[in-house]
């Protein structure tokens, strides 16, 4: 005859039961997770070389100068009003900042609270600041505080991530929505899926009519205006390009490709008034992120991962600023291995500004002491 079971050992028995059932529902679960994300190949070849940029700056990490530091909390695009001589950037504690270049040391003020986290900034003719806010959509902002919505969705469409802006002398303005299924949270989700999810628009304040001008977007995120404004040019993040959209003439609502296989993820493109544009590279391509894009079901498995709290590190380095030239040709890349999350630059006399959706601070190169050099 068997002895009596200690006391607790039938909880036992039925956890040993219940392995069968509980290993296969775990299992389930996991695969489960799995399948709801449904990453998705790219549409283009973006794994070809990078483009050869003719000249090159690879130590900007020790040639800069900080600006702002602690008060200017990831500033992320910069807005220049040369006739005050002032910087605004969007930060994203939800201040605006300005950053005065009258003296030889810049200095920061608070201008506006907008909330949220502010990305692209352009000025309107009439003084205003023009705010690509992701949360809540396109902003017209005047100093202390008054602000008002201009849109936040277009063709039924909520905007889901307002991204990057110019605006027109006659104050038009063209911007982008990044993506309207992703929050700025989420990028990481937009990223690994890899589906046309953004929107090229404008509004004109004058008739308060917001139009899509092309979806179907990879990420379309930094805009600007060519300086005769008869195209913009704007960055599509995900497929490492940037994109020419005619306003005007005989090709006008045409979209061309302006330049391809860029040397990193662009973010926002500036204009600099002396022929070259100015486009930022949050990181630097790498055979990782080569592989991770070419292979939808890494990128399904890095999101099953981090949805199971297994952070994946992501290799963001070799960021910097890019210039090209009006026909889309390379013109000089200024990067750091260290650099990353660079978001966009704007030149201004000899400095070369930086912006930042992470560091605390701007930061500037002065140009005519740090030259790019041929390889
Ligand atoms: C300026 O902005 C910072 C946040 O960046 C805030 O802590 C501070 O209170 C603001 N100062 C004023 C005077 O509003
Ligand atoms: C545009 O919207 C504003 C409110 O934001 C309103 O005051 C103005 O009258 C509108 N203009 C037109 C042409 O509808």
């Avoid at 929050?183 to 990481?188: F, K, Y």
């Avoid at 201004?348 to 190169?365: D, E, V």
Wanted: charged share 20%; net charge negative; with cysteine.
């Amino acid at each position: 005859m068997a002895s009596p079971n200690p006391p607790g050992s039938g909880k036992t028995t039925l956890y040993w039961l219940l392995l069968p059932i509980i290993i296969p529902v775990l299992i389930s679960a996991v695969i489960y997770q799995l399948e709801t994300f449904d990453a998705a190949p790219l549409p283009i070849d973006i794994f070809s070389n990078p483009i050869s940029v003719p000249k090159r700056h690879d130590r900007v990490l020790s040639v800069s100068e900080r600006i702002g530091e602690g008060l200017l909390l990831g500033p992320e695009d910069l807005a220049y009003d040369a006739r005050k001589d002032l910087l605004f950037t969007g930060c994203h504690d939800g201040w605006i900042k300005t950053v005065s270049l009258r003296d030889d040391d810049p200095n920061v003020q608070n201008w506006t609270f907008v909330g949220g986290r502010p990305l692209g900034l352009a000025l309107a003719p009439d003084g205003s600041l023009v705010v690509a806010e992701p949360g809540q959509g396109l902003l017209m902002v005047r100093e202390r505080g008054t602000m008002k919505l201009l849109t936040d969705s277009a063709e039924g469409l909520r905007f889901g991530l307002t991204d990057g802006v110019d605006v027109t002398s006659d104050g038009k303005i063209y911007f982008t929505d990044a993506s309207y299924k992703y929050p700025l949270e989420d990028l990481l989700m937009e990223f690994m899926e890899a589906r046309p999810y953004g929107r090229l628009l404008s509004f004109d304040p004058e008739t308060n009519q917001t139009v899509v001008l092309a979806k179907n977007l990879y990420f379309p995120n930094g805009v600007s205006l060519s300086p005769d404004q008869r195209s913009l040019i704007f960055c599509e993040t995900l497929l490492l390009q940037c994109k020419k959209y005619y306003l005007d003439g005989e090709k006008k609502g045409i979209i061309d490709i302006f330049i391809q296989n860029l040397p990193g993820f662009p973010d926002n493109i500036r204009y600099d008034g002396e022929g070259h544009y100015w486009i930022g590279l949050a990181s630097g391509r790498s055979y990782l992120w080569d592989i991770i894009f070419k292979y939808p079901f890494l990128r399904k498995m890095m999101v099953a991962l981090e949805k199971n709290h297994v952070r994946i590190p992501q290799i963001i380095e070799n960021g910097g600023l890019l210039s090209v030239d009006l026909n889309g040709q390379p013109v000089s890349l200024y990067y750091d291995k260290g650099l990353y999350q660079v978001t966009g630059g704007l030149k201004i006399g000899k400095y070369l500004y930086q912006g930042s959706l992470s560091k605390p601070y701007l930061t500037r190169i002065d140009l005519d002491q740090h030259v790019a050099r041929d390889v």
